[in-house]
């Protein structure tokens, strides 16, 4: 994928979803007039590698690590080949410190730190930081807030004042909280009319995880965000705004060491959060088969998820899970998209994921095809799926997907945005730098064997699945009652867990 | 694996970095830029060649990570269709992965998979353009991989059946939710009367349905010529070594005659153009397009940083006014990128459910009005050259952006050093030629207004560029 700077909308930032950067396209009206294959017919054959299996991969560089008394971390590395300097800031505790019923809270906050901050309200902060070309995101992130920032490196020391302001001196200005939830509100209902990929995964945690933090909807919803008052942000500022939740990463062109005072000054003095960090509970995969249709009547196509819970980011196998979800739906020829694209037509796109957090969290298979033909896609998909768990891979599958895993990582750290993300990211979840420096290794280690036992452990067995239905559900009822019992919601519903959650 | 759904131009606009410009016709070589700059410096390994048979090989080698990006550029689009063939140059893009001699249908991604590699494609008016991300172990395969199916593509009427109606699928999927699309597809079919760019990058429907093998081969042969391309290799390569593989493999294609030329030119228009879509939505949305100007425009710069201090950012002039202040609208974006020849400037406004369309357009036009009145502010342009500054260079970060940008100098102005001297291009724009361009663009009469009206109706969107 090419990289695209992400937009600065929180909802795209929660759903993880750059709007030039989604990586499928819409399903087909009709499906190529060719009949299925058989389902016990041979996968064709994967070629085998021509050029030797690179093990080079990318190294993370040495950070300048400091950590100053209030428990502020640095995270510093130079790089000096373009005049930038990149840095993100990740605070602990972001949504799951919602409290029930004010999903949005910590994500409404984030987003008025750069609604007026210091010495500057929210037009003059806007213009400091595109006055100099700068850019600043916000992602309200599920167990981190996020703060991503990209400045010219002769603005630096801007960057800092800018960064500091937002952290320690945040103003919460009342009339700019009324505009930013009513903002959000308005964002929300327009996504609804909008492409339901921006939203199944919303709907399909909500379902999930109806009792845990990691159910809540990040940015809120119609009906939670109109509860929150300047009292709400204010208490959740003084509780989890600090110092010693703060990891800081700084990339660029600049001296690490005169950088680090620099940033001393300004976060030195930074009280650290009134409350400790609260324990996010834990997390399993979920018992039986569970359906949730959202009805979208002007729907012709309906979009799935099917899944459940899986692994923790800091899972020993990640990188064999990793590999294993490559071959299933994280590539072009997964065999997810074989079989519902290129050989049935059913569909432009069906990937599998697996989201990572601090407990286990969703492993999901997505996609979406014409109403008429939603049975048989996710029939298809279920069989992939059970197959998959059941016989693993061959040989050459192996071989293909472990050179593309090996050959697509290096992009990920090319730029200053991406080192900084990712080392504040390793130090979020208590990582070293061997969870890059050693990933080419243990993609090369990994057998067939290896990779089936892992994935039988964190692929969900066919009979143990939550499924989310976006559609038009006069059509879809019939089809819906076949995967297990149903619970309906509108998508017009102003939250987005359904009114009535089966018990678990 | 992507087919990103959005245009080219969407995304540029969504970035809030109109895309730089364009040139028809190739011109002598710029005068290089001067050595001193830090964009100089940056590209001083950058070397280039053309080919026997034409084709336009750019690299930039860096080393930072193991890695190439490949950027195939073809100087084909919708502009250079005409009724009853819409939608072709879009079709061939689908028709580019489907299977040639060698590598038969379905093996060009497994085996560029296979090998560490993903890729992608997209199609604009103006362009067609493969991208290719490998290992750098990996180029001889790729380029093994892309001499196949420029030299001899397949034409399997049975494979052109099923993506036949794969696009024209593609045509008609999201019909629920891509309600800008549909506006837009509109807003270009009635703002261009006579120039081919009024045409839809993924084509009509009925066209979709009919084109014929001769069309397609015909087509193939004028266009995915190698004299018609650009290649650009970026990343962990030595150049010398990449115009020998080059020359062995693409340089064995045989040239064509050139394309003819697209001749028309857009009449000037005499007065505001106003259309309605009805669509099924909570929603309403307002697209505003005024005539503006190519790639390779004199004023292109200046026209880039008036788009950025309209709507770049929570600080541009139209965001304050219709999102902050007025708190009529949700999103404000635009795009003021010029194609070979002169595009539309565009605002897209999003506004909340139940907005009020008349109080927003009449707040949108009388910034517009301001602005070519009394001008911006010298703080204004001097933001608007820092960002676009700043974005040149985070554009120049990956290998993937050097392919781009390379490719896209080098196609729209003739000269890949045009790339370059971008900064010093944005340094020479004025405050005076700012007001006297806002006031020749946003001329009333050269408009035209869509609105999207919601309704219990649905109707059939379209992007404005498809990828693969």
């Given amino acids: 994928m090419p990289t695209l700077r992400p937009l600065r909308s929180a909802l795209a930032a929660l759903l993880f979803v750059s709007a030039c950067a989604t990586t499928q396209a819409p399903a087909p009206d009709s499906a190529p007039a060719q009949p299925p294959p058989a389902p016990e017919a041979p996968a064709p054959a994967t070629p085998a590698p021509t050029a030797p299996l690179s093990t080079k991969g990318v190294t993370l560089p040495e950070a300048t690590a400091v950590t100053l008394k209030n428990g502020v971390r640095l995270l510093l590395v130079e790089k000096h080949e373009l005049p930038l300097v990149s840095f993100s800031a990740w605070l602990k505790g972001g949504a799951v410190t919602d409290p029930a019923g004010k999903e949005g809270l910590a994500a409404l906050t984030a987003e008025l730190l750069q609604k007026g901050a210091g010495s500057r309200n929210a037009q003059q902060f806007a213009d400091a930081v595109d006055g100099v070309g700068g850019e600043l995101e916000v992602v309200p992130g599920r167990e981190a807030l996020i703060l991503n920032g990209s400045f010219q490196a002769r603005d630096t020391a801007l960057m800092v004042e800018l960064l500091s302001d937002m952290l320690v001196r945040p103003r919460f200005d009342a009339k700019e909280l009324e505009k930013a939830r009513a903002l959000r509100v308005s964002e929300i209902a327009s996504a609804k009319d909008g492409d339901p990929r921006m939203l199944i995964g919303v709907y399909f945690n ?14 809120g919803s119609e009906a939670s965000l109109p509860t929150i008052g300047r009292g709400d942000v204010l208490g959740w500022a003084k509780a989890n705004l600090g110092a010693d939740r703060l990891i800081l990463s700084v990339v660029g062109d600049f001296d690490a060491k005169q950088l680090a005072a620099k940033l001393e000054a300004a976060l030195g003095g930074w009280a650290p959060a009134g409350q400790p960090l609260p324990a996010v509970p834990a997390t399993a995969p979920t018992k039986g088969r569970h359906v949730l249709l959202v009805d979208k009547p002007d729907a012709t196509q309906t979009y799935f998820a099917i899944g459940n819970t899986g692994i923790r980011r800091t899972d020993p196998d990640r990188v064999v899970a ?9 590539r072009f020829t997964s065999l997810l998209n074989t079989e519902l694209r290129v050989k049935t037509g059913l569909t432009y796109g069906a990937r599998s994921s697996m989201q990572q957090a601090l407990q286990p969290y969703t492993v999901v298979l997505t996609s979406y095809t014409q109403t ?11 069989d992939v799926l059970s197959r998959y768990r059941q016989d693993g891979m061959d040989d050459a599958m192996l071989a293909s997907a472990q050179a593309y895993v090996l050959g697509q990582f290096p992009p990920t750290l090319e730029t200053g945005d991406q080192l900084a993300m990712k080392l504040s990211e390793l130090a979020f979840y208590g990582l070293d730098a061997q969870d890059v420096n050693g990933f080419a290794g243990a993609v ?3 057998t067939r064997d290896g990779v089936r036992t892992v994935l039988q452990r964190v692929l969900p067995a066919p009979e143990d699945l939550t499924f989310v239905l976006i559609g038009k559900a006069d059509a879809l009822r019939d089809v819906a009652r076949k995967y297990g019992p149903v619970t309906e919601m509108k998508i017009s519903d102003k939250r987005f867990t359904p009114p009535t959650a089966p018990a678990r | 694996m992507s087919r990103p759904p959005l245009s080219w131009f969407a995304c540029l606009a969504l970035l809030g970095a109109p895309q730089a410009g364009a040139q028809a016709v190739p011109e002598p070589s710029a005068k290089p830029a001067a050595a001193s700059t830090p964009a100089a410096k940056l590209g ?7 080919l026997k048979n034409g084709l336009t090989v750019i690299v930039w080698p860096d080393h930072d990570i193991p890695n190439v990006a490949l950027a195939n550029w073809f100087r084909v689009g919708s502009r250079n269709e005409r009724p009853g063939i819409t939608g072709l140059s879009h079709f061939f893009e689908h028709m580019m992965f489907n299977g040639a001699k060698k590598y038969g249908p379905g093996q060009f991604d497994r085996v560029m998979e296979a090998n560490g590699g993903a890729n992608n494609a997209f199609t604009s008016e103006d362009v067609t353009v493969y991208l290719d991300w490998f290992p750098s172990s990996a180029l001889p395969l790729i380029l093994d991989l892309e001499q196949d199916r420029l030299q001899s593509l397949a034409f399997d009427p049975k494979v052109i059946e099923s993506e036949r109606g794969v696009v024209y699928s593609e045509r008609r999927s999201g019909v629920d939710n891509d309600n800008g699309g549909a506006l837009q597809e509109q807003m270009q079919a009635t703002a261009f009367v006579a120039h081919p760019y009024q045409i839809p990058v993924i084509g009509w429907p009925s066209d979709i349905e009919s084109w014929r093998m001769e069309d397609l081969q015909r087509y193939f042969k004028t266009y995915y010529a190698p004299n018609n391309a650009t290649l650009v290799i ?27 030329p697209v001749r028309t030119q857009e009449p000037e228009q005499q007065g505001e153009r106003r259309i309605v879509v009805k669509r099924l939505a909570q929603s309403p949305l307002l697209q505003v397009a005024y005539h503006g100007l190519s790639a390779n425009d004199p004023d292109a710069e200046t026209l880039e940083l008036l788009g950025l201090i309209l709507t770049h950012g929570d600080s541009s002039r139209l965001h304050r006014k219709l999102v902050d202040e007025a708190r009529v609208a949700i999103r404000v974006r635009g795009t003021t990128a010029g194609g070979f020849d002169p595009t539309l400037t565009w605002f897209y406004v999003d506004l909340p459910p139940g907005g009020d369309l008349a109080k927003t357009e009449a707040l ?3 910034e517009l009005a301001r602005v070519a009145k009394d001008g911006v502010t010298d703080a204004e342009l001097k933001k608007a050259r820092n960002v676009a500054l700043a974005t040149f260079w985070r554009k120049l970060e990956t290998n993937d952006g050097r392919a781009r940008e390379l490719g896209n100098a080098a196609t729209f102005r003739g000269d890949w050093k045009a790339l370059l001297d971008a900064p010093t291009r944005y340094e020479k724009v004025t405050l005076d030629g700012v007001k006297a361009l806002a006031a020749r663009i946003f001329n009333p009469d050269h408009r035209t207004v869509g609105w999207l009206v919601p309704t219990t109706d649905s109707a059939t969107p379209v992007r404005q560029e498809t990828a693969r």
């Fill in chain 1, 372 to 382: 008429a033909t939603t049975g048989r896609a996710i029939d298809l998909a279920l």
């Fill in chain 2, 44 to 50: 001083s390994d950058i070397q280039a060649r053309t």
């Fill in chain 1, 322 to 330: 990793e590999l294993g979800n490559t071959v299933l739906g994280g």
């Fill in chain 2, 364 to 366: 949108l036009t009388s």
């Fill in chain 2, 234 to 260: 970026a990343g962990d390569v030595e150049p010398a070594r990449v115009f020998e593989q080059v020359e062995a493999t693409l340089g064995t294609i045989p040239s064509q005659p050139a394309p003819e």
């Fill in chain 1, 206 to 219: 909500a379902f999930h995880f109806p009792s845990h933090p990691y159910g809540g909807s990040s940015v």
């Fill in chain 1, 444 to 446: 090369s280690a990994a």
